[in-house]
C-alpha cells in the first residue's frame, strides 16, 4: 500500500514536472513560430511591396517611343526595376481613339499605382475615366487647352505630367534663316487632335503679321498624310510638321512627296530627320520621359499628383540633314549646320 502510494505519488509529480515541461516546450515552439511567422510576414510584405505602372500611348512611333524609354529608365535608376519591384504594363491605342478609351477603362479596373498616358488623345481618354488613380501624362502640347489641368503649378486634382511645348519664336527664327524669303508655309495636321489646332492657331498668329500665309492640309488619318501634303505643291515655300501623331506616324510618305515636290520640310520633332526632315528644332524626346519618370516616382513615394506642377522643358535641340535638304532642293548654309547639335547624313 505503501509502495502504491509512493508510486501513485512518484507518477503524480513525474506527469506535472513532464507536463511544465511540455508546456514550455510548446510556449516555446509556438512563440518561435510566431516570430518566424512576423519576420516572414514582414519580410514577405517588404518582398512582395509591389509597384505597378500601367503605361499608353496613342500610336507608337519613335518620339513616342523614346518618352517609354525614358520613363522606364528613370523608374529603374531610382531602384523600380520592371520585374523585381515594380510591373510595367503597356498598351499602344494603335491610332484608334476608340481603342484609347478601351486601354484607359482596363487600366482604371486593374487600379494601377499610376497611369502614364503618352500624348493628348491617350492623356484625354484616362482622364476621363478616372479622378483617383494618379495620371502622369507626356508629351501633351497644352494640357490646359486639353481640359486634363485647370493650371499648371499643381493641379489639385489627380492629374500632373509632362508639356512638349514649344515657344514659337526660335521655330519662326529657323524657318527664315534657312528660307530667308519665306512667304508661305504648309501645315500638315490632324484637325481632331488639339494640340495640331492648337499649333495651327498659333502659327497663324505669329506668321501673318510678318507677312507669312499659313496654307492648312488637314489629314483625319494617317493614309491622308500624303494627300494633303500633295495639295500644297505650288503653294508653299516650305512645309512645317509639329508632334502631330497621325504626321509622325506617316512621316516616310511625307518625305517622299517633299523630295519629288521640292518643298523642304521643317520639323519640330528632332526624330523627324532622321525620317525625312531637313532640320528640326525640338525637346529631346528621351529626356521629356526621364522628368516624366521624376514625376512617376515622387508619386510612388508618396506625393500628391496634383500637388506636383506641370514640367515644361526649357531647352530645345537643333537637328539638320544636309542630304534630305539637297533632295528636296535647297541647301542649308553653314551657320545653320554649326548650331547643330547633330548633323545627320
Do not use: W
Not at 514577405?44 to 499608353?56: F, L, N, P, R, Y
Not at 504626321?247 to 526624330?271: F, H, R
Request: proline share 5%; with cysteine; aromatic share 6%.
Amino acid at each position: 500500500m505503501l509502495y502504491q502510494n509512493l508510486f501513485g505519488r512518484f507518477n503524480f509529480s513525474k506527469a506535472l514536472l513532464l507536463g511544465g515541461v511540455c508546456t514550455a516546450l510548446l510556449t516555446g515552439c509556438n512563440q518561435s513560430a510566431q516570430d518566424a511567422s512576423t519576420t516572414d510576414s514582414a519580410t514577405g510584405d517588404a518582398a512582395t511591396d509591389m509597384k505597378t505602372v500601367a503605361i499608353t500611348a496613342i500610336v507608337e512611333h519613335p518620339a513616342l517611343d523614346d518618352v517609354r524609354k525614358g520613363v522606364i529608365d528613370e523608374l529603374n535608376e531610382a531602384g523600380f526595376k520592371d520585374g523585381e519591384n515594380l510591373t510595367v504594363n503597356f498598351q499602344s491605342a494603335q491610332g484608334n481613339t476608340a481603342t484609347a478609351g478601351q486601354i484607359a477603362k482596363q487600366f482604371v479596373a486593374d487600379a494601377p499605382d499610376v497611369i502614364v498616358a503618352i500624348a493628348t488623345p491617350s492623356a484625354q481618354s484616362v482622364a476621363a475615366s478616372t479622378s483617383s488613380i494618379p495620371l502622369v501624362f507626356s508629351a501633351v502640347t497644352d494640357p490646359v487647352a486639353a481640359k486634363l489641368v485647370p493650371k499648371l503649378d499643381g493641379s489639385g486634382t489627380n492629374v500632373t505630367g509632362a508639356s512638349d511645348a514649344l515657344p514659337y519664336e526660335p521655330q519662326i527664327e529657323l524657318m527664315r534663316q534657312i528660307i530667308p524669303d519665306l512667304k508661305n508655309v504648309g501645315y500638315v495636321y490632324s484637325p481632331g487632335e488639339v494640340n495640331s489646332t492648337i499649333t495651327l492657331q498659333n502659327l497663324k498668329e505669329k506668321l501673318t503679321p510678318l507677312g507669312i500665309n499659313v496654307h492648312e492640309a488637314p489629314a483625319q488619318r494617317s493614309n491622308d498624310i500624303a494627300m494633303a501634303a500633295r495639295s500644297l505643291e505650288g503653294k508653299v515655300d516650305m512645309i512645317y510638321t509639329s508632334t502631330d501623331n497621325n504626321v509622325v506616324s506617316a512621316y516616310e510618305s511625307l518625305y517622299q512627296i517633299a523630295k519629288e515636290s521640292k518643298i523642304p520640310l521643317i520639323a519640330s520633332d528632332t526624330s523627324s530627320v532622321e525620317r525625312g526632315a531637313i532640320a528640326a528644332l525640338g525637346v529631346n524626346y528621351y529626356d521629356l520621359g526621364r522628368e516624366t519618370g521624376k514625376i512617376v516616382v515622387r508619386i510612388l513615394n508618396g506625393e500628391k499628383a496634383g500637388a506636383i506642377p506641370v514640367y515644361t522643358p526649357q531647352n530645345l535641340d537643333l537637328y539638320v540633314s544636309p542630304t534630305h535638304a539637297k533632295e528636296q532642293g535647297i541647301t542649308l548654309s553653314q551657320a545653320v549646320i554649326d548650331k547643330a547639335k547633330e548633323v545627320v547624313e
